[in-house]
């Protein structure tokens, strides 16, 4: 596979579609670690794996495996109960999902899926899933956190546990390699905002390729749920600006697009010819990339980001 451009975050998200085939074959092999069909779930995470834990929240109790709730681990609701409590973390060292750990230990049990064996949240978690095959030496989460939620799907695909309209995972890889080498039209790659729409599991994909663009290109986007476009947001739209949509397409929302100008894209909809949505949100990670070295970023070293926000103890006055 030739990959254009040189930085290390490129070749991650290249390599996407051989991580997600590797943890669809494991998954069997965690089935006693993650959520059992019927429990109450909690998902948490910060950042880029909060909203892979919306997408898998959706995805688990719209497919009738459990009710699901997904929160950043700094607002997790004190005094609800749950049966278990799931942790996305790529370092392992995050401090809110660290401290939520401990307070829970001993209380519900709690599953961590990681990408590093070293770090303290195999200390914390009672159950821990490594995918180090997955980590990342860039800044900029992509494919970690799109091969946990491949072995979450894995997961309530082995149980029977998708809602109608989800590929298999088979179909999905398959797209994983097409939207690697996938066409960048100028429309989009020189517009100047980004408005990325999803409905049901597909709006955390939406809230992740803003936060995609912003955190590598400094870029103007916004993400909201695909019936809400028209409630506001499409006030911002224009010449040379995008409105991307993942999943199926709200009847009339590329006409309303068009009528005021925009540019409408949806790769993922219902054709056989379209993207499975979490292989579409790769497209969006390239776009990342092409917009922040077309604008003299360095996709490696996004400003004013580090791999993990650790924390500093702070004293109660």
Request: glycine share 10%; aromatic share 6%.
């Given at each position: 596979?030739?990959?254009?451009?040189?930085s290390?975050?490129?070749?991650?998200?290249?390599?996407?579609?051989?991580?997600?085939?590797?943890?669809?074959?494991?998954?069997?092999?965690?089935?006693?670690?993650?959520?059992?069909?019927?429990?109450r779930?909690?998902?948490?995470?910060?950042?880029?794996?909060?909203?892979?834990?919306?997408?898998?929240?959706q995805?688990?109790?719209?497919?009738?495996?459990?009710?699901?709730?997904?929160?950043?681990?700094?607002?997790?609701?004190?005094?609800?109960?749950?049966?278990?409590?799931?942790?996305?973390?790529?370092?392992?060292?995050?401090?809110?999902?660290?401290?939520?750990?401990?307070?829970?230990?001993?209380?519900?049990?709690?599953?961590?899926?990681?990408?590093?064996?070293?770090?303290?949240?195999?200390?914390?978690?009672?159950?821990?899933?490594?995918?180090?095959?997955?980590?990342?030496?860039?800044?900029?989460?992509?494919?970690?956190?799109?091969?946990?939620?491949?072995?979450?799907?894995?997961?309530?695909?082995?149980?029977?546990?998708?809602?109608?309209?989800?590929?298999?995972?088979?179909?999905?890889?398959?797209?994983?390699?097409?939207?690697?080498?996938?066409?960048?039209?100028?429309?989009?790659?020189?517009?100047?905002?980004f408005?990325?729409?999803?409905?049901?599991?597909?709006?955390?994909?939406?809230?992740?390729?803003?936060?995609?663009?912003?955190?590598?290109?400094?870029?103007?986007?916004?993400?909201?749920?695909?019936?809400?476009?028209r409630?506001?947001?499409?006030?911002?739209?224009?010449?040379?600006?995008?409105?991307?949509?993942?999943?199926?397409?709200?009847?009339?929302?590329?006409?309303?697009?068009?009528?005021?100008?925009?540019?409408?894209?949806?790769?993922?909809?219902?054709?056989?010819?379209?993207?499975?949505p979490?292989?579409?949100?790769?497209?969006?990670?390239?776009?990342?990339?092409?917009?922040?070295?077309?604008?003299?970023?360095?996709?490696?070293?996004?400003?004013?980001?580090?791999?993990?926000?650790?924390?500093?103890?702070?004293?109660?006055?």
């Open positions: 596979m030739t990959v254009p451009d040189a290390r975050t490129s070749l991650e998200i290249a390599s996407q579609p051989g991580t997600w085939t590797r943890a669809a074959k494991s998954a069997a092999l965690f089935t006693d670690f993650l959520p059992r069909r019927g429990e779930v909690a998902v948490v995470g910060c950042g880029t794996s909060w909203f892979m834990a919306l997408a898998y929240a995805l688990r109790e719209s497919g009738g495996h459990g009710e699901t709730d997904a929160f950043p681990a700094s607002e997790f609701p004190d005094g609800r109960a749950y049966d278990r409590i799931l942790a996305i973390t790529r370092s392992g060292t995050t401090t809110e999902v660290l401290d939520l750990l401990a307070k829970a230990e001993g209380t519900v049990p709690t599953t961590a899926i990681t990408a590093d064996p070293s770090t303290p949240v195999m200390d914390t978690a009672d159950e821990v899933v490594v995918l180090d095959f997955a980590d990342e030496e860039s800044v900029v989460q992509t494919r970690f956190a799109t091969t946990a939620l491949v072995l979450l799907r894995a997961h309530l695909e082995a149980e029977h546990a998708l809602p109608a309209g989800v590929r298999p995972l088979t179909r999905a890889i398959e797209d994983a390699g097409r939207a690697v080498g996938a066409e960048l039209g100028a429309e989009v790659s020189g517009a100047e905002q408005t990325f729409l999803g409905t049901g599991w597909t709006y955390g994909l939406a809230l992740e390729a803003g936060l995609k663009m912003r955190e590598a290109a400094g870029a103007w986007t916004e993400a909201y749920p695909a019936m809400e476009y409630h506001g947001p499409v006030s911002i739209t224009g010449p040379g600006r995008v409105v991307w949509t993942f999943g199926p397409t709200p009847q009339g929302l590329a006409e309303d697009v068009a009528r005021v100008g925009g540019v409408f894209t949806a790769a993922s909809g219902d054709g056989p010819d379209d993207l499975d979490l292989a579409d949100l790769i497209v969006a990670q390239r776009l990342a990339v092409r917009l922040a070295e077309a604008r003299g970023y360095d996709p490696d070293r996004p400003r004013n980001l580090a791999r993990s926000v650790v924390l500093k103890a702070t004293s109660a006055s």
